[in-house]
């Protein structure tokens, strides 16, 4: 039968795009396209060369498990190769890897040992009368890469087996990793130091593994998890497999604490849809579920095909990363003013879940992918993770691709757009007009510390926002007793109530009104330092950059903040309407009891006070012109401890910061009297 020359081309081009693939995978640890991507071309060409065998040849990628070694790492060769495993992608595909088991064995049921599939690196790990002599990747399933010196560094692989009756031989097999929380400090402590972040926890366990420096594969903090043997000399074995991975926990080896023995496919399944159910909350990524043959016997009974055991298969579970393209990038606003960039996808189903939208972060994220509208990008998604472009196949990338452009004016508002110096994130300047902000800005607006407007709380504010009441702080003077009564939860006497607060709050301060307003990075402690300095609330607007930065605790990002803010003729406008409102403050009062005796001096406060409360306390500091922080640092003059101070004061001893008690505090504040 003769072959379309269109199916024999598709076969070299699948071919030839499965060896780049697999070079960019297992060589550099750098691949393009993701794992559901290469399944679905390596299938492809499984099914092609199934329908016409005669176009099988020793070096199609069906009939190897990985790739060739690097050269830098010395070679090492599988005695028992290191075979991959088939997939089952659905329910269906499982229900037919078991009939074919139970047909094969002329049994009604099996067992099958179940365990997490890790998304890591296959090794093999060679013990020696219990001593760790050599480990090796897996490579091209003959054929591996001796990283010994490196496998060493993991804290979890044991030098020498525990127990006294040790094999003479023994090789051991599993799967390096990286877990989630250490990926994830891996990631800010390599871009902190200017390196580039890797895209996913397998990736990060690769390039870990693979360093020609171990002492660099030291630093990362990678796990490994054995999931079963291969050479074993003359060791009897026991019957079952779950046998031999229990005997290797007792050896001292990290297995997987999730294992466990099912009988038949509903069960199977039942497991499957268990750990698929805990998937996100597991310390560590897995892809999917292994079901093996229990049997010893029953498993050499079934044998193999070319690259994978017949008793055992992969259940994968829904791809977190998929491949699809970028239609055009928006911008939208956070409700603390944050401009985020998001990316508008041609819809593709990731982990289950359709997704067309993904968050790019910020503009430093969009140039470090260098993605484009019309881009091909691999998209990921875990659990309730919003999802996120992770790279750009550049490959795939169409001519003439345009860079993104940044936005200069809020896409809200319409106020101007700002970056301090040295930080990613853009913000929009509209704070107390855009109506992206508008929530928050209010909230912060009847805080304890700013306007303190007693019963005004969140829920109440979401409630005038909904109903178009409120547009600003200065509509909140506005409402009516009748307005208020209409509302969920709001009776006549609470609406009464909530009026005579907005009426008390009238009376203020004007360190209480700058921090209100919201301005960025403006907290109690540069409000007071701006009043202390430039006294009048005409003076604090018009005030520019460079008299700002003369004033103590205010920087140039501050500064910055400051000014951007109060050059938006609309907060202009609502600071105007709220003096017209009938707010007010002693035009004196800003330096009034107010002194620099301890002008320079940094406190913090721990533990619970008798006397007063913390707030208090605070207060009475900033008042002498002191700064108030949370946290212990070698910058912390003073720790002042109550009663049950907690690790404070064992920080600050360890930092040589002078402690002070509640009486001895007291003493401190009479004599600055």
Request: glycine share 6%; proline share 4%; charged share 25%.
């Amino acid at each position: 039968m003769t072959i379309p020359k269109k199916t024999i081309n598709r076969i070299h081009s699948l071919r030839k795009q499965l060896h780049y693939h697999n070079l960019r995978y297992y060589t550099h640890d750098d691949p393009e396209i993701t794992d559901s991507e290469y399944d679905r071309l390596l299938r492809e060409l499984q099914e092609l060369e199934a329908a016409h065998p005669q176009t099988i040849t020793a070096d199609s990628p069906t009939q190897r498990v990985g790739a060739s070694p690097l050269k830098a790492f010395g070679e090492v060769r599988h005695t028992i190769p290191m075979l991959s495993l088939a997939n089952a992608m659905n329910a269906e595909e499982l229900i037919g890897f078991d009939k074919r088991i139970r047909e094969k064995l002329a049994v009604e049921h099996v067992t099958y040992a179940a365990e997490p599939k890790m998304d890591g690196l296959a090794v093999s790990l060679l013990y020696e009368k219990g001593i760790l002599v050599r480990a090796a990747t897996r490579g091209d399933g003959v054929t591996g890469e001796d990283i010994t010196q490196n496998i060493r560094t993991i804290k979890t692989v044991p030098l020498q087996l525990a127990g006294s009756k040790l094999p003479d031989l023994l090789e051991i097999r599993g799967e390096v990793f990286m877990p989630k929380k250490g990926f994830e400090q891996l990631n800010k402590r390599t871009i902190k130091e200017g390196g580039k972040a890797f895209a996913n926890p397998r990736n990060a366990a690769a390039g870990s593994l693979r360093q020609l420096d171990s002492a660099v594969t030291a630093r990362r903090p990678l796990d490994m998890i054995c999931y079963g043997i291969g050479e074993t000399g003359k060791l009897s074995l026991p019957q079952h497999y779950s046998d031999i991975i229990d005997w290797l926990d007792s050896l001292g080896l990290h297995v997987s604490p999730e294992r466990a023995v099912v009988e038949g496919v509903q069960q199977c399944l039942d497991y499957y849809n268990d750990l698929a159910a805990r998937r996100d909350k597991l310390p560590y990524e897995i892809d999917g579920i292994v079901f093996k043959v229990n049997d010893l016997e029953q498993q050499q009974q079934l044998g193999f095909v070319s690259r994978a055991p017949r008793w055992a298969i992969a259940h994968k579970f829904p791809a977190q990363e998929e491949m699809t393209i970028l239609r055009d990038v928006d911008f939208q606003v956070g409700r603390t003013g944050a401009i985020t960039p998001v990316a508008r996808l041609e819809a593709v189903s990731v982990g289950g879940v359709m997704v067309s939208n993904a968050t790019l972060h910020n503009l430093d994220e969009i140039r470090r992918l260098d993605v484009r509208p019309g881009d091909t990008v691999i998209v990921r998604r875990a659990g309730d993770v919003i999802p996120q472009i992770v790279s750009t196949v550049f490959s795939r990338r169409p001519k003439g691709a345009r860079r993104v452009k940044t936005p200069t004016k809020c896409p809200v508002c319409h106020s101007e757009l700002i970056q301090a110096e040295g930080q990613a994130v853009i913000r929009c300047t509209g704070g107390l007009f855009c109506s992206a902000q508008r929530k928050e800005s209010l909230k912060h607006y009847a805080a304890r510390k700013a306007m303190d407007i007693e019963g005004l709380g969140d829920k109440l504010i979401d409630q005038l926002i909904d109903k178009d009441l409120v547009h600003s702080p200065a509509d909140l003077y506005k409402l009516t007793v009748e307005q208020l009564a209409s509302l969920e939860r709001m009776g006549e006497k609470s609406a009464v109530n909530l009026i005579d607060a907005l009426n008390k709050s009238k009376q203020t301060s004007l360190q209480r009104f700058i921090y209100a307003l919201g301005i960025r990075e403006v907290g109690e402690a540069t409000a007071r330092a701006l009043v202390q300095s430039l006294h009048t609330l005409e003076a604090i607007m018009g005030a520019d950059e460079e008299v700002l930065i003369s004033i103590p605790d205010v920087g140039p990002v501050v500064a910055a903040n400051i000014t951007g803010f109060f050059r938006q003729k609309h907060n202009r406008d609502i600071v105007k309407e709220l003096i017209k409102s009938g707010l007010s403050w002693k035009q004196d009062d800003a330096s009034e009891s107010q002194t620099d005796a301890l002008q320079g001096q940094t406190f913090v406060i721990t533990g619970t006070l008798s006397t007063m409360s913390r707030n208090e306390a605070k207060e009475l500091l900033l008042q002498q012109g002191a700064k108030v922080t949370s946290s212990i640092s070698s910058k912390t003059n003073y720790l002042i401890a109550g009663e049950n101070p907690g690790s404070k004061i064992d920080k600050a001893t360890d930092l040589g910061v002078s402690i002070l008690d509640e009486t001895a505090f007291m003493q401190l504040l009479d004599k600055l009297k």
